[in-house]
């Protein structure tokens, strides 16, 4: 699929912000034989007095903004153009759970993709007893570690309610969990922190979801912000997979990865340190159009 | 290695004769460092021991009571975290140092040299080629759930090419008299400001001993370490700082007495800024460069958007000036991975793997539960073991119980096992250590008590040089738990004792290559709270003098509801003063306000002058509880008076004539203009009642001058003359702004063009607004309006040079 992708994120400060930095994660990841970066923009308003992209540790392009100066306002606004291809779940080749433990440990590297660093307690995401003990149940011995994935993820999409007015931004797992509703972070963090309970590696993807679904087909929740999904970590062989547990499917070409992390600190879409005291208001907007090609 | 310190260290309980000294009898299995293992003194501490038994015991006490005063007098305290709050408690000294053979320390040194460069490959590898965890020597896990591994320095080169600059080890001597490291401190090692303080406040009791003996000075040790950080600038004008946490952090002490013996700025993460990827200082004279940053903050700290989002010390975009290598932080942001416990069981392998040779000096024994073999060793041997988070960077008997000893959790080798196994990836066992002991003056005699040394490593121009000493942390009782000094330890001073005379040396440069520096620019921050502190105190001062003449003639009449009385009672009421009290709470609160200020700026205060002011705050608390109104209270009040006149001439005494006294002094004249301005409005008016004029001279304190100027009963107009008008009477309104404009003018323009500043203008305006007035002319509308006017200038200097 070939998509033109645009965010807009705005900020109106209460009291004017009197110096800022800010750093920017929304540009759409490019990956091998699944997704590709054919054309992108980062722009924001008011100019920023110092502006620079890195690539931080796990691979995401990434924009620092630097505001000497009192501002009321800040708006960004990201357009793209993205190439997505399908990437069906293939045939299961994920061990049984008691055998994953050995295959983690066997894979002598730290590099940004391997799954070490999605197998212990994030800053988001500490361990929790009562998630850990929901995701027992889900455990039933015999299961792979793919099932294993796919059952909590049906789970959760089953018991929570998808509820934007629950929960915030910095809602922790724990809350989310007692309260059963929220929205794609909170789903996201809550069976990643059951996977990682159980000794399945298992991190945060952010990113975006088509707008209008394909005809004949139900919208997906969660299109109309950015959206967040899970990877999981399945043995040496069958590698990574990643499941949208607010829709309770696979990612797929509706699926548009933007960063990975091992919770959402790790790909915030903004993180900014402003001197100002007083709120600000946000909105936030995003159209994912397929391009007739 | 392998007995239970908790059961085997048993006080001698027979009396041994009258000798405090000669009854020390070392502990069965344990070593000592007084006594070899045949109960002989071992020869470096003979002339310590001679000497000690040649003295009474109040001869002893006297000198212990020289070192403690001068650690009260120099103000030395950490700060200490309980159940409720912080409080500052006074360095527990042990005043017995512990001597060790300049031989066997040149073997301990080698091995700290050895550890220290090992330290600098490891944390080089992990933040680098991975070749230690892709080669299968250190498991990823290890570092991957770790969480002092920083991601966001991964890959980023210290600006100068190393990690490490200052390090400390916590070594403890074993049963077979061989030393072994408890723990590696990489991160940002705290103690070495201790140490000297320690020698300072031992060589006090023991000074002539001191001479006699050939003990290695500390001084050079850190005139190195200062000459390299020096080095590491990459331009002359960039500055050196130390980079606290701030006042509430448990070792802030020794922050400010760092960076004051050393001759560098104290700064914290907001006086920071990031521009151009270039970290810079915020100065009353603008945004001036840094190039090297001694930080005393753990790293996760140091900037929130790259680490720890929550932190609110941090400098943002600090992680973006090192990603450019603009700055030097000693040590690398990142570092503080090394501190971990389970890297201890690793170092041995690791080692032989980097340096192609064996630890000189080894590691505890440390097994890593995340292993499956190391996980069943601790499980068949957990009676002698100490299990422990994996991930903590404190040594077991410093981190706040979170260590067991293995017989002391209750369950069986099973349960022990199942733990094990759930938890493994984040515990370690460690072999129980019994350390040595070393003599204390327990109850009027020397006592065993356990001790390990914190040693401290600094890399030089030379290399890595081991300060020769440090401190050695003394147990309270039978318990190597009870090392802390949290948990109510103490701390000795450590001498390295040669057989020949030893080098001595001082921080003072040679004589020919004298040179006067500038004294830097001043921070900000540091501005801002000197002039606040100014405030303060004036405003202590200007309400101990209205409450001073309030209780005198209160005194006289007892009766509050006397017109005049009632007045002043208005007026201290129009300015907060609250009078349910005598003293009131107001008032407390205020001195309060202005110690807190002193607090964000102890490198640039005497110690003397905190004391001072601490005095003054204990001495007000407790006339608060007691002291009655009338003239119990004056004299109260007088008292007040003097303490706070004691601060204040310490500080005209002995402070620098620099940037920061003007913002000190620009604050008092400030709030005494303030002041007097308000009481004008209030009290010199047609309607005020009986007495107020007089009472107004008094407070002013000016009754003298007045009878001497103007030779008549006291009139508005006189009073009016004397207390606005008068350029000379360093009371007056007038001598106030006069001495601002002043000193204004004297501040440096951030961002001058020569031109005058628009502070600059509004204090020759004001100054020179009241300076052609007349007393006739002045009424309450205009001492409200030059109030105003004050006010302003107060917004206007922080708009200038605290923003």
């Given at each position: 699929?070939?998509?033109?992708?645009?965010?807009?994120?705005?900020?109106?400060?209460?009291?004017?912000?009197?110096?800022?930095?800010?750093?920017?994660?929304?540009?759409?990841?490019?990956?091998?034989?699944?997704?590709?970066?054919?054309?992108?923009?980062?722009?924001?308003?008011?100019?920023?007095?110092?502006?620079?992209?890195?690539?931080?540790?796990?691979?995401?392009?990434?924009?620092?903004?630097?505001?000497?100066?009192?501002?009321?306002?800040?708006?960004?606004?990201?357009?793209?153009?993205?190439?997505?291809?399908?990437?069906?779940?293939?045939?299961?080749?994920?061990?049984?759970?008691?055998?994953?433990?050995?295959?983690?440990?066997?894979?002598?590297?730290?590099?940004?993709?391997?799954?070490?660093?999605?197998?212990?307690?994030?800053?988001?995401?500490?361990?929790?007893?009562?998630?850990?003990?929901?995701?027992?149940?889900?455990?039933?011995?015999?299961?792979?570690?793919?099932?294993?994935?796919?059952?909590?993820?049906?789970?959760?999409?089953?018991?929570?309610?998808?509820?934007?007015?629950?929960?915030?931004?910095?809602?922790?797992?724990?809350e989310a969990f007692q309260l059963k509703r929220g929205v794609c972070q909170d789903f996201s963090h809550v069976m990643i922190t059951a996977l990682r309970s159980l000794g399945i590696p298992a991190g945060y993807v952010s990113g975006f979801l088509r707008t209008i679904p394909p005809p004949g087909k139900e919208r997906l929740e969660?299109?109309?912000?950015?959206?967040?999904?899970?990877?999981?970590?399945?043995?040496?062989?069958?590698?990574?997979?990643?499941?949208?547990?607010?829709?309770?499917?696979?990612?797929?070409?509706?699926?548009?990865?933007?960063?990975?992390?091992?919770?959402?600190?790790?790909?915030?879409?903004?993180?900014?340190?402003?001197?100002?005291?007083?709120?600000?208001?946000?909105?936030?907007?995003?159209?994912?159009?397929?391009?007739?090609? | 290695?392998?007995?239970?310190?908790?059961?085997?260290?048993?006080?001698?309980?027979?009396?041994?004769?009258?000798?405090?000294?000669?009854?020390?009898?070392?502990?069965?299995?344990?070593?000592?460092?007084?006594?070899?293992?045949?109960?002989?003194?071992?020869?470096?501490?003979?002339?310590?021991?001679?000497?000690?038994?040649?003295?009474?015991?109040?001869?002893?006490?006297?000198?212990?009571?020289?070192?403690?005063?001068?650690?009260?007098?120099?103000?030395?305290?950490?700060?200490?975290?309980?159940?409720?709050?912080?409080?500052?408690?006074?360095?527990?000294?042990?005043?017995?140092?512990?001597?060790?053979?300049?031989?066997?320390w040149e073997k301990v040194s080698a091995g700290l040299v050895q550890r220290a460069e090992l330290m600098e490959k490891i944390v080089a590898d992990i933040y680098g080629d991975n070749m230690l965890v892709r080669e299968g020597i250190l498991p990823p896990a290890l570092i991957a759930s770790n969480p002092e591994f920083l991601r966001?320095?991964?890959?980023?080169?210290?600006?100068?090419?190393?990690?490490?600059?200052?390090?400390?080890?916590?070594?403890?001597?074993?049963?077979?008299?061989?030393?072994?490291?408890?723990?590696?401190?990489?991160?940002?090692?705290?103690?070495?400001?201790?140490?000297?303080?320690?020698?300072?406040?031992?060589?006090?009791?023991?000074?002539?001993?001191?001479?006699?003996?050939?003990?290695?000075?500390?001084?050079?040790?850190?005139?190195?370490?200062?000459?390299?950080?020096?080095?590491?600038?990459?331009?002359?004008?960039?500055?050196?700082?130390?980079?606290?946490?701030?006042?509430?952090?448990?070792?802030?002490?020794?922050?400010?007495?760092?960076?004051?013996?050393?001759?560098?700025?104290?700064?914290?993460?907001?006086?920071?800024?990031?521009?151009?990827?270039?970290?810079?200082?915020?100065?009353?004279?603008?945004?001036?460069?840094?190039?090297?940053?001694?930080?005393?903050?753990?790293?996760?700290?140091?900037?929130?958007?790259?680490?720890?989002?929550?932190?609110?010390?941090?400098?943002?975009?600090?992680?973006?000036?090192?990603?450019?290598?603009?700055?030097?932080?000693?040590?690398?942001?990142?570092?503080?991975?090394?501190?971990?416990?389970?890297?201890?069981?690793?170092?041995?392998?690791?080692?032989?793997?980097?340096?192609?040779?064996?630890?000189?000096?080894?590691?505890?024994?440390?097994?890593?539960?995340?292993?499956?073999?190391?996980?069943?060793?601790?499980?068949?041997?957990?009676?002698?073991?100490?299990?422990?988070?994996?991930?903590?960077?404190?040594?077991?008997?410093?981190?706040?119980?979170?260590?067991?000893?293995?017989?002391?959790?209750?369950?069986?080798?099973?349960?022990?096992?199942?733990?094990?196994?759930?938890?493994?990836?984040?515990?370690?066992?460690?072999?129980?250590?019994?350390?040595?002991?070393?003599?204390?003056?327990?109850?009027?005699?020397?006592?065993?008590?356990?001790?390990?040394?914190?040693?401290?490593?600094?890399?030089?121009?030379?290399?890595?040089?081991?300060?020769?000493?440090?401190?050695?942390?003394?147990?309270?009782?039978?318990?190597?738990?009870?090392?802390?000094?949290?948990?109510?330890?103490?701390?000795?001073?450590?001498?390295?004792?040669?057989?020949?005379?030893?080098?001595?040396?001082?921080?003072?440069?040679?004589?020919?290559?004298?040179?006067?520096?500038?004294?830097?620019?001043?921070?900000?921050?540091?501005?801002?709270?000197?002039?606040?502190?100014?405030?303060?105190?004036?405003?202590?001062?200007?309400?101990?003098?209205?409450?001073?003449?309030?209780?005198?003639?209160?005194?006289?009449?007892?009766?509050?509801?006397?017109p005049l009385l009632a007045d002043v009672t208005r007026y201290l009421k129009s300015i907060d003063m609250d009078m349910a009290k005598a003293v009131p709470e107001p008032l407390i609160r205020n001195i309060d306000s202005a110690i807190y200020s002193a607090s964000n700026i102890r490198d640039r205060f005497s110690p003397d002058g905190?004391?001072?002011?601490?005095?003054?705050?204990?001495?007000?608390?407790?006339?608060?509880?007691?002291?009655?109104?009338?003239?119990?209270?004056?004299?109260?009040?007088?008292?007040?008076?003097?303490?706070?006149?004691?601060?204040?001439?310490?500080?005209?005494?002995?402070?620098?004539?620099?940037?920061?006294?003007?913002?000190?002094?620009?604050?008092?004249?400030?709030?005494?203009?303030?002041?007097?301005?308000?009481?004008?409005?209030?009290?010199?008016?047609?309607?005020?009642?009986?007495?107020?004029?007089?009472?107004?001279?008094?407070?002013?304190?000016?009754?003298?001058?007045?009878?001497?100027?103007?030779?008549?009963?006291?009139?508005?107009?006189?009073?009016?003359?004397?207390?606005?008008?008068?350029?000379?009477?360093?009371?007056?309104?007038?001598?106030?702004?006069?001495?601002?404009?002043?000193?204004?003018?004297?501040?440096?323009?951030?961002?001058?063009?020569?031109?005058?500043?628009?502070?600059?203008?509004?204090?020759?305006?004001?100054?020179?607004?009241?300076?052609?007035?007349?007393?006739?002319?002045?009424?309450?509308?205009?001492?409200?309006?030059?109030?105003?006017?004050?006010?302003?200038?107060?917004?206007?200097?922080?708009?200038?040079?605290?923003?």
């Amino acid at each position: 699929m070939l998509y033109d992708l645009s965010l807009h994120m705005g900020y109106v400060y209460d009291v004017p912000a009197s110096g800022a930095r800010h750093l920017l994660r929304v540009m759409p990841l490019s990956l091998t034989d699944r997704q590709r970066l054919i054309a992108g923009s980062l722009s924001v308003s008011p100019t920023a007095d110092e502006s620079g992209t890195f690539t931080d540790f796990f691979g995401q392009q990434t924009t620092s903004i630097l505001f000497r100066g009192p501002h009321e306002a800040l708006d960004i606004r990201m357009q793209a153009r993205v190439q997505v291809d399908s990437t069906p779940l293939t045939a299961d080749l994920s061990p049984e759970l008691p055998k994953l433990g050995q295959e983690l440990a066997d894979l002598w590297s730290i590099d940004p993709d391997s799954p070490h660093h999605l197998a212990g307690p994030s800053p988001r995401l500490p361990n929790n007893p009562d998630i850990a003990a929901y995701a027992r149940e889900c455990a039933r011995p015999g299961r792979t570690v793919r099932e294993i994935a796919i059952a909590l993820c049906a789970r959760i999409h089953k018991e929570f309610k998808y509820d934007p007015e629950a929960t915030t931004v910095d809602t922790s797992p724990r809350e989310a969990f007692q309260l059963k509703r929220g929205v794609c972070q909170d789903f996201s963090h809550v069976m990643i922190t059951a996977l990682r309970s159980l000794g399945i590696p298992a991190g945060y993807v952010s990113g975006f979801l088509r707008t209008i679904p394909p005809p004949g087909k139900e919208r997906l929740e969660g299109a109309d912000a950015m959206h967040a999904w899970v990877r999981v970590w399945c043995g040496k062989a069958a590698g990574y997979i990643e499941l949208d547990p607010t829709n309770n499917i696979p990612a797929s070409s509706d699926h548009i990865v933007v960063g990975y992390g091992r919770d959402y600190s790790d790909v915030a879409p903004v993180i900014g340190v402003l001197k100002s005291y007083g709120s600000h208001r946000t909105v936030q907007a995003v159209d994912v159009i397929p391009v007739k090609g | 290695m392998a007995v239970n310190p908790a059961s085997d260290i048993r006080e001698e309980d027979e009396a041994i004769g009258d000798d405090p000294i000669l009854g020390y009898h070392a502990l069965p299995g344990i070593s000592d460092e007084m006594l070899d293992r045949d109960g002989q003194i071992r020869p470096v501490w003979q002339h310590l021991i001679d000497s000690l038994g040649h003295m009474s015991e109040a001869e002893l006490h006297e000198r212990f009571a020289r070192a403690d005063r001068y650690l009260r007098d120099a103000g030395v305290f950490y700060r200490s975290y309980g159940g409720q709050g912080s409080s500052e408690r006074n360095w527990p000294i042990s005043h017995i140092p512990v001597l060790i053979d300049g031989k066997e320390w040149e073997k301990v040194s080698a091995g700290l040299v050895q550890r220290a460069e090992l330290m600098e490959k490891i944390v080089a590898d992990i933040y680098g080629d991975n070749m230690l965890v892709r080669e299968g020597i250190l498991p990823p896990a290890l570092i991957a759930s770790n969480p002092e591994f920083l991601r966001p320095l991964v890959g980023v080169k210290p600006a100068n090419g190393h990690y490490l600059h200052f390090c400390s080890f916590e070594i403890g001597r074993g049963p077979d008299g061989n030393w072994w490291v408890l723990a590696d401190r990489t991160q940002a090692p705290s103690g070495a400001g201790f140490a000297l303080e320690n020698r300072v406040a031992t060589t006090r009791a023991f000074s002539d001993i001191y001479g006699e003996s050939h003990v290695h000075r500390l001084a050079s040790f850190f005139g190195a370490f200062r000459n390299a950080l020096q080095a590491h600038k990459k331009s002359p004008d960039d500055r050196i700082a130390v980079l606290t946490p701030g006042p509430a952090n448990e070792t802030y002490f020794e922050h400010a007495y760092i960076a004051r013996y050393l001759g560098f700025m104290l700064l914290e993460g907001e006086d920071l800024t990031v521009v151009n990827d270039r970290v810079m200082v915020r100065t009353v004279a603008g945004l001036k460069p840094l190039g090297v940053l001694w930080r005393r903050l753990d790293a996760s700290y140091a900037d929130p958007l790259e680490l720890n989002q929550n932190s609110h010390i941090g400098t943002p975009g600090m992680v973006q000036a090192l990603r450019a290598g603009t700055v030097t932080i000693v040590n690398a942001l990142g570092s503080g991975v090394l501190e971990t416990r389970a890297l201890l069981a690793f170092t041995p392998t690791i080692c032989r793997r980097l340096l192609g040779e064996d630890l000189k000096l080894p590691s505890i024994a440390t097994w890593w539960c995340g292993q499956k073999a190391e996980r069943q060793h601790v499980a068949d041997n957990f009676e002698r073991m100490v299990i422990g988070p994996a991930y903590s960077c404190a040594p077991f008997f410093d981190d706040n119980g979170q260590s067991v000893l293995g017989t002391r959790r209750k369950g069986t080798k099973a349960s022990i096992e199942e733990w094990l196994a759930s938890e493994g990836n984040r515990l370690v066992g460690q072999e129980v250590v019994t350390l040595s002991t070393t003599p204390a003056y327990v109850d009027g005699r020397l006592r065993p008590r356990p001790m390990s040394l914190r040693v401290f490593a600094a890399r030089t121009e030379k290399g890595w040089q081991i300060m020769p000493g440090g401190f050695a942390r003394i147990g309270s009782g039978d318990d190597v738990a009870a090392i802390a000094m949290q948990a109510g330890g103490t701390a000795a001073d450590v001498w390295i004792v040669s057989d020949r005379p030893v080098e001595r040396q001082t921080l003072l440069p040679p004589e020919e290559s004298f040179s006067r520096n500038m004294p830097g620019s001043l921070p900000s921050r540091a501005a801002d709270n000197l002039y606040w502190l100014g405030r303060y105190i004036e405003r202590a001062e200007g309400a101990l003098r209205i409450l001073r003449s309030w209780h005198m003639r209160y005194a006289e009449s007892a009766d509050p509801d006397q017109p005049l009385l009632a007045d002043v009672t208005r007026y201290l009421k129009s300015i907060d003063m609250d009078m349910a009290k005598a003293v009131p709470e107001p008032l407390i609160r205020n001195i309060d306000s202005a110690i807190y200020s002193a607090s964000n700026i102890r490198d640039r205060f005497s110690p003397d002058g905190w004391l001072a002011l601490n005095d003054l705050a204990k001495t007000a608390k407790r006339f608060h509880e007691a002291v009655q109104a009338g003239d119990d209270a004056a004299h109260a009040m007088t008292v007040l008076l003097r303490k706070l006149a004691g601060f204040a001439g310490l500080v005209h005494e002995n402070m620098y004539r620099f940037t920061g006294w003007r913002f000190l002094s620009i604050g008092r004249y400030l709030e005494r203009g303030l002041h007097m301005t308000r009481l004008l409005g209030h009290m010199s008016g047609p309607d005020a009642p009986d007495g107020a004029l007089d009472m107004l001279l008094e407070i002013g304190d000016s009754v003298m001058t007045h009878r001497r100027r103007y030779n008549v009963n006291t009139a508005r107009l006189t009073v009016t003359d004397l207390l606005a008008l008068d350029p000379l009477n360093p009371r007056s309104v007038l001598f106030q702004l006069n001495e601002i404009r002043t000193e204004v003018e004297q501040l440096p323009h951030p961002y001058g063009t020569g031109q005058m500043s628009a502070l600059d203008r509004e204090a020759m305006r004001l100054h020179s607004g009241l300076a052609v007035m007349t007393p006739e002319a002045m009424n309450e509308e205009i001492y409200r309006k030059l109030e105003t006017e004050m006010e302003k200038l107060s917004d206007l200097i922080g708009q200038t040079y605290f923003g």
